[in-house]
C-alpha cells in the first residue's frame, strides 16, 4: 500500500514562515492536495494540484510538489493558522491521507 | 452555500449494521464524484469510499471492501454509505465530501456523523 509521511509537529513564531513536508514514493508524479483542520471543525482544502488555491484561502499558503516530497509552506504564519495539516494524494483510485501535522503558532 | 449534511450515525453493537446518509445542496451535485472520509477519535484522517456522477466507479478501502457499501441518489441529492459487519475500529466520525471530477481534490466537507461500535 501506498503511504504518506508528514511529522507530527512544526511550531513556527507568528510573521515566519512554516513549512510543513509531505513524502512519499515519486509522490512528485501525483497531483498532491493539502487540508486544514481546526479543533472541532471539518477540514477544509487549501491548496489542490499541488499549488493551486481554492477561493477565499489567502496568498501566504503556497505548495510544491517534486521528487518524493510535497511542501505547503505558510508565509507570514498568523496565529490563525495554528491547525492540523493533512497532505492527500491519489494512489490507484485509493484515496491516501499523510498521518497530519499539528502546526503550532508562538 | 454548499451544504452537506450527514446523519444516522449512532452507537451500533460489534457485527451490527448502519446506514449513512448525506444530503447535498449549494452545487450541482450530479457532476461531482463523491466520497466518506473518516476519522476515528483523536486521530488521523483517513478515505473510506468514493462513487462516480452516475454510479458507474465505485472505490473502497481495503478495510472496507464486502462489508460497506456506497451509493447516491442523484434525483434526491443524497449520499449514502451502508455498513455491515461493524468492527471496534470502524469508529469515527463519518464525513461526506464532494470530490471534484477535474482533479479528485476533496472540496467540501459536511460536519460529520459520529458511529461508535461498542458493547
Known amino acids: 500500500s501506498y503511504d504518506l509521511t508528514q511529522p507530527p509537529s512544526v511550531s513556527v513564531s507568528p510573521g515566519q514562515t512554516a513549512s510543513i513536508t509531505c513524502s512519499g514514493g515519486?509522490?512528485?508524479?501525483?497531483?498532491t492536495c493539502w487540508y486544514q483542520q481546526k479543533p472541532g471543525q471539518s477540514p477544509v482544502l487549501v491548496i489542490y494540484?499541488?499549488?493551486k488555491r481554492p477561493s477565499g484561502i489567502p496568498e501566504r499558503f503556497s505548495g510544491s510538489n517534486s521528487g518524493n516530497t510535497a511542501t505547503l509552506t505558510i508565509s507570514g504564519t498568523q496565529t490563525m493558522d495554528e491547525a492540523d495539516y493533512y497532505c492527500?494524494?491519489?494512489?490507484?483510485?485509493?484515496?491516501?491521507f499523510g498521518g497530519g501535522t499539528k502546526l503550532t503558532v508562538l | 452555500e454548499v451544504q452537506l449534511v450527514e446523519s444516522g450515525g449512532g452507537l451500533v453493537q460489534p457485527g451490527g449494521s448502519l446506514r449513512l446518509s448525506c444530503a447535498a445542496s449549494?452545487?450541482?451535485?450530479?457532476?461531482?464524484?463523491m466520497s466518506w472520509v473518516r476519522q476515528s477519535p483523536g486521530k488521523g484522517l483517513e478515505w473510506v469510499a468514493s462513487?462516480?456522477?452516475?454510479?458507474?466507479?465505485?472505490y473502497y478501502v481495503d478495510s472496507v471492501k464486502g462489508r460497506f457499501t456506497i451509493s447516491r441518489d442523484n434525483t434526491k441529492n443524497s449520499l449514502y454509505l451502508q455498513m455491515n459487519s461493524l468492527r471496534a475500529e470502524d469508529t469515527a466520525v463519518y464525513y461526506c465530501?464532494?470530490?471534484?471530477?477535474?482533479?479528485?481534490?476533496?472540496?467540501?466537507w459536511g460536519q460529520g456523523t459520529l458511529v461508535t461500535v461498542s458493547s
Open positions: 465530501v464532494s470530490q471534484s471530477s477535474s482533479n479528485w481534490s476533496f472540496d467540501f
Open positions: 449549494g452545487f450541482i451535485f450530479t457532476i461531482y464524484w
Open positions: 462513487i462516480k456522477q452516475d454510479s458507474t466507479e465505485k
Open positions: 515519486k509522490l512528485g508524479d501525483k497531483y
Open positions: 494540484q499541488d499549488m
Open positions: 492527500q494524494a491519489w494512489d490507484s483510485r485509493t484515496g491516501v
